[in-house]
């Protein structure tokens, strides 16, 4: 859960929404680095470990059809709506695999990104509903290249940096990516762990 700043003057709240199973993967040790060094930073940082939390990713058939149906469509997951509603900021860390989400992340958004909280719809149209959101970022892993990423239209890539980004107001955004991880040397690794430990300091 929460984790308190260090500095005297805190930059805000950041929600860490975490994403993959295995601590001693490559993305654990991003996600160390990310906590860490915001904590240190002067960021009240609220780590969201989904599957260390045990969150349940499916969408119920229960709550498919409340779906629309504000404010008791939050009801199931009402403690993790609170905890995006009082973030400032929102940094994303998880693996890339078949080149989409990690279903328990793919499922934090069916359930959490909820009519009411992540948009409004405004005569029929979209509005953003999480304008307390003023930083967004994603920190990726990705077994393949770049390019395989791309000739894949790179869906998690857009995903943050168009629907999130977009259910989250328009903040300052990036997509902080580490590819070819099927291949990377320990020297590559340790210096994708510094460009996200310069990242997350410059927040």
Same mark, same amino acid.
């Given at each position: 859960?929460?984790?308190?700043?260090?500095?005297?003057?805190?930059?805000?709240?950041?929600?860490v929404l975490y994403a993959h199973p295995c601590p001693e993967s490559f993305n654990a040790a991003v996600h160390e680095v990310v906590v860490e060094?915001?904590?240190?930073?002067?960021?009240?940082v609220d780590d969201c470990d989904l599957n260390r939390e045990g969150f349940f990713p499916v969408l119920t058939e229960i709550e498919r059809r409340g779906y629309h149906d504000e404010?008791? /469509?939050?009801? !199931?997951? +009402?403690?993790?709506v609170e905890r995006i509603q009082a973030a400032d900021a929102i940094v994303m860390v998880f693996p890339v695999w078949n080149f989409?989400?990690?279903a328990i992340l793919k499922g934090f958004l069916d359930r959490v990104f909820l009519p009411g909280v992540s948009f409004k719809l405004i005569d029929g149209k979209v509005r953003p509903g999480l304008t307390n959101i003023k930083k967004l970022y994603a920190c990726a892993t990705y077994?393949?290249?770049?390019?395989?990423?791309?000739? /894949?239209?790179? !869906?998690? +890539?857009?995903?943050?940096t168009r629907a999130v980004w977009y259910a989250c107001g328009m903040p300052k955004k990036k997509y902080i990516a580490c590819y070819d991880m099927n291949r990377n040397?320990?020297?590559k690794l340790k210096?994708?762990?510094?460009r996200v430990r310069r990242e997350m300091e410059a927040m």
């Open positions: 859960m929460s984790s308190a700043s260090t500095s005297t003057a805190p930059k805000g709240r950041v929600l060094t915001l904590a240190k930073s002067g960021w009240e404010p008791e /469509n939050i009801e !199931p997951v +009402r403690p993790y989409g989400y990690p077994g393949g290249t770049r390019w395989r990423a791309i000739q /894949n239209a790179d !869906p998690p +890539r857009k995903c943050v040397t320990e020297p210096a994708h762990l510094e």
